[in-house]
């Protein structure tokens, strides 16, 4: 067994570490975000999700000591890379009742061992079953709220197009609804790991062989990507147009910046392609009868509508962040700070104009920034008490090659920034990035070192109909290569 690797002290820079929840992982972060991410962008994600998460753990169980105080409880920041704290939501689901760490691992976080639970904080049998009353009850408004804020987001998209428009105001708006859809997102995603662990429990029982129709019941009713991948952009803001962008790099063309979040844009003729299968309420039609195909298509639609609100909610973020790729330079500018700057700077700090001297804090978190870019972190670390970081064994397991989204498919191994064949191709990726996605519904399939059960690029796949293998071993796989792959098994095989 190997010796923990140690990467010396969190740096001013950082979030505090939790004072007991200490091992975090960049699992899920790591599928759509870029490795690191400029103060101003941290604060368009990381706090408004620490907020969302608090107000949905509350809202089950009430307030709680181990949520509150001034350090972040369900996120971190070490070296202006982004973590979410692993402990914290493997502490969410032991209190979820039926469920554990590792059914968060499987779903969001590759596979890697989720830490312990503390047992002592677990919720007893009573909070627990009401924490998933309260939730449920909370899903099912859901769509509502989401397509009001929708609303509401395309009022801000167009009032930030035109110009002379109050910055400071307009800031202030974007920041409430960023946090709306953050809380959405946060919701919706929490809610689909005992979602889908209790979907799956049930159709166990109630059908004959489960596993022949799982792939058609996790293939989501149409979700959002499709209508905005169909959508012309005409514009810097127009409503598709972040999917061109880095999700969550606000700063990408900042020179410190560019080399993490840096993305190909992917130009396509707008094809589309027919799809053959059925829906899943008719294939399940077909198959079962009375009091089975009633229990089967009432959880199945529970679950696909969930999961639509989680995409849902997803992309109206990046679009809300969209819109500050045009307010952070006009926030800049009415506070006299250089262009070129202000990614070193909070919205907060913009927005609020906070008494000092803003031009001494950029100066001074410059010189923090370009140190902790030069620190080389691992996907999974633990923060000791005096505040070192460690690489946990967790960190040294390898992740095996898992199918996500089912069905098979063989073409030509295709990188997404290389030209797209005229034969049936392959995307071979490391992540679900904005160059990827244009490409899935052109695809036969699609391999990625990164991903999981429920993450980003899994949920895709399925709504494209297309197989996917998650956690494979893409250096590999030459470009140009035949592959062939099944989204069930995991298998990925190259052809001589």
Same mark, same amino acid.
């Given at each position: ?15 505090? !570490? ?7 992982? @960049? ?11 400029? !103060? ?11 907020? @969302? ?66 047992? @002592? ?133 900042? !020179? ?26 008719? @294939? ?213």
């Amino acid at each position: 067994m190997r010796e923990p690797k140690r990467l010396g002290v969190v740096g001013p820079l950082d979030t505090d !570490p939790h004072p007991v929840f200490r091992t975090y992982s @960049a699992g899920n972060f790591g599928e759509v975000a870029p490795e690191r991410l400029s !103060p101003f962008s941290w604060s368009l994600v990381g706090p408004p999700m620490e907020a @969302a998460t608090r107000r949905m753990t509350t809202k089950m169980w009430g307030e709680r000591a181990w949520m509150s105080g001034e350090f972040f409880t369900f996120l971190g920041y070490f070296k202006c890379r982004p973590y979410h704290n692993y402990s914290a939501y493997g502490q969410i689901a032991a209190s979820v009742p039926g469920i554990d760490a590792d059914d968060v691992g499987q779903a969001y976080f590759e596979g890697v061992p989720a830490p312990e639970p503390y047992e @002592a904080l677990v919720e007893n049998p009573l909070i627990k079953a009401k924490g998933v009353v309260t939730i449920a009850r909370e899903v099912s408004l859901a769509i509502v709220r989401i397509r009001n804020l929708e609303e509401c987001l395309f009022e801000l998209e167009a009032r930030a197009c035109e110009a002379g428009f109050d910055v400071r105001l307009l800031a202030s708006e974007a920041l409430s609804l960023l946090k709306s859809c953050w809380y959405e997102h946060i919701l919706s995603t929490t809610a689909l790991v005992p979602l889908t662990s209790y979907q799956e429990r049930i159709l166990k029982r109630v059908c004959d062989e489960p596993e022949d129709i799982v792939a058609l019941l996790t293939r989501p009713d149409e979700l959002v990507w499709k209508r905005l991948h169909r959508l012309t952009t005409t514009g810097d803001l127009n409503s598709a147009d972040f999917l061109n962008h880095p999700f969550y790099e606000v700063a990408y063309r900042h !020179p410190l910046w560019a080399k993490y979040s840096h993305r190909l844009q992917v130009e396509s003729d707008g094809t589309e392609l027919s799809e053959s299968f059925l829906a899943p309420a008719d @294939a399940i039609a077909g198959m079962y009868k009375g009091v089975r195909y009633r229990v089967i298509a009432g959880v199945t639609k529970t679950v696909a509508e969930t999961m639509a609100c989680r995409e849902h909610s997803k992309s109206m973020v990046m679009r809300v962040l969209h819109v500050f790729r045009i307010l952070g330079p006009a926030l800049a500018a009415a506070q006299s700070i250089p262009d070129e700057l202000w990614p070193f700077l909070t919205v907060e700090e913009l927005v609020n104009a906070p008494r000092g001297n803003l031009r001494e804090i950029v100066e001074d978190r410059v010189t923090l920034c370009e140190e902790a870019l030069t620190v080389v972190l691992p996907e999974n670390i633990e923060i000791l008490p005096d505040g070192e970081i460690i690489e946990p064994m967790a960190a040294a397991v390898r992740v095996q090659p898992r199918g996500v989204s089912g069905g098979s498919a063989s073409g030509i191994a295709v990188r997404p920034e290389e030209d797209v064949p005229d034969e049936e191709f392959i995307i071979v990726c490391e992540a679900a990035d904005a160059d990827v996605v244009p490409l899935l519904r052109f695809a036969s399939g699609v391999v990625s070192r990164r991903g999981s059960a429920m993450s980003h690029l899994a949920i895709l796949c399925r709504e494209y109909g297309i197989p996917c293998v998650v956690g494979a071993d893409i250096d590999s796989i030459p470009s140009g290569a035949v592959i062939a792959i099944n989204g069930g098994t995991g298998k990925v095989k190259n052809h001589e």
